[in-house]
């Protein structure tokens, strides 16, 4: 199911829209909207061989292990948002460091899920007390061999994050 869909009338003058399930646009008064991926930033905070997740708290995937991180607001710098959701979710300051890259996924485990557009960053902890918090339910450091099995982790894009963080620093 795309963002679009269901769309049928104007947000902002009720009038009937046109198009399609990537651009809508009004006649009446000119409102045109397309469909996007929900940008996110997260971070792997390493410390040595070993990586912070987050277990989550709520669904999606309530219980899974997660890379703590979560969706940027409107016109944030992903950076400074990265900064922000780190600080939220787990009370740690931290340094961004190598830039991981980009994953396309859904928040959610079905095609009717919200799309999301994922950038990742190592990042190195440089304050802050840790403690589960917004929608964190338990932090822990797990150990480069001895991370969780695929099926414990949260999104598909986690394993893939993991698994590229873990080829690149064999």
């Given at each position: ?13 009720r ?21 996007s ?8 905070c ?40 780190l ?24 095609s ?56 690149e620093?064999?």
């Open positions: 199911m795309g963002e679009l869909d269901g769309w049928t009338f104007c947000p902002r003058c009038s009937e829209l046109a198009g399609d399930h990537v651009r809508l646009a009004c006649a009446a008064c000119g409102f045109v909207v397309y469909a991926s929900k940008p996110t930033a997260a971070a792997l390493v410390d040595g061989d070993r990586v912070l997740l987050v277990r989550r708290a709520f669904p999606p995937f309530q219980g899974f292990w997660d890379i703590p991180g979560g969706f940027l607001e409107e016109g944030e710098d992903p950076v400074a948002g990265l900064r922000r959701e600080r939220e979710e787990t009370g740690l300051e931290i340094e961004p460091e190598d830039f991981l890259g980009i994953w396309i996924d859904r928040y959610g485990g079905d009717t899920a919200e799309a999301t557009l994922n950038l990742y960053w190592t990042a190195r902890v440089v304050g802050g007390e840790p403690a589960a918090a917004d929608d964190v339910a338990e932090l822990r450091w797990f150990d480069r061999s001895e991370l969780p099995a695929a099926d414990e982790l949260a999104f598909e894009n986690v394993s893939l994050v993991l698994a590229a963080w873990r080829d620093h064999a």
